[in-house]
C-alpha cells in the first residue's frame, strides 16, 4: 500500500507580520510548483587536479509558483497582488496533508502576478514569488 499524500487540501497562506504572526490563506490555488532550488558550483580545480573539482555554494531556494482561479476580492491574492507591487517581504506558510502535517515555511517576495484567460477556461492568476533565505520543513 503506498504512503503517498493527496494533493487536495494543501493551504498556501501568508503572514501579516504580526507578533504572533497570523496567516491568511491564497484562495482557490489549483497547483503549487515548488519550493526547490540549487547551490551554484564553485570550480576549485587547480593545476595539480587529475580532474575537475568542486565545492558546493550557498543553497538558492529558487521560486514558487501559485495557480489560482482569480477572485479579486480575496484577501490571500490581494495582499499578493499588492506585496509584489510593494516589493514587501513576508513570510509564507505551506501545509501539507499528512498527520501530523508538514509545515513548510519560508520568507518571500511576489515577483509575478499575472492574469490569464483562454477560450473554455477560468479566469486565473500566475504568482511567481522569489524564496529570500532558508525554506523549513517541520511536523
Known amino acids: 500500500m503506498s504512503n503517498a499524500m493527496k494533493s487536495q487540501g494543501i ?10 504572526e ?16 540549487e547551490a551554484s558550483e ?9 580532474a575537475k573539482e568542486y565545492l558546493i555554494g550557498l543553497p538558492d531556494e529558487g521560486n514558487i ?11 490571500g491574492q490581494t495582499r499578493l497582488r499588492n506585496d509584489r ?5 513576508r513570510n509564507y506558510k505551506i501545509t501539507l496533508t499528512d498527520t501530523p502535517a508538514t ?12 492574469v490569464t484567460a483562454g477560450v473554455d477556461n477560468r479566469i486565473g492568476a ?12 517541520t511536523t
Open 11 to 20: 493551504l498556501f497562506q501568508s503572514g501579516d507580520g504580526a507578533s504572533p
Open 65 to 75: 509558483t501559485l495557480d489560482c482561479a482569480l477572485l479579486p476580492d480575496d484577501v
Open 85 to 89: 507591487i510593494n516589493a514587501t517581504l
Open 42 to 50: 564553485i570550480d576549485v580545480t587547480h593545476l595539480g587536479s587529475t
Open 103 to 114: 509545515i513548510i515555511t519560508f520568507a518571500g517576495y511576489v515577483k509575478g502576478f499575472r
Open 22 to 37: 497570523v496567516f491568511t490563506s491564497v484562495g482557490e490555488v489549483t497547483s503549487i510548483d515548488g519550493p526547490g532550488g
Open 126 to 137: 500566475s504568482i511567481t514569488l522569489r524564496v529570500s533565505g532558508a525554506v523549513t520543513y
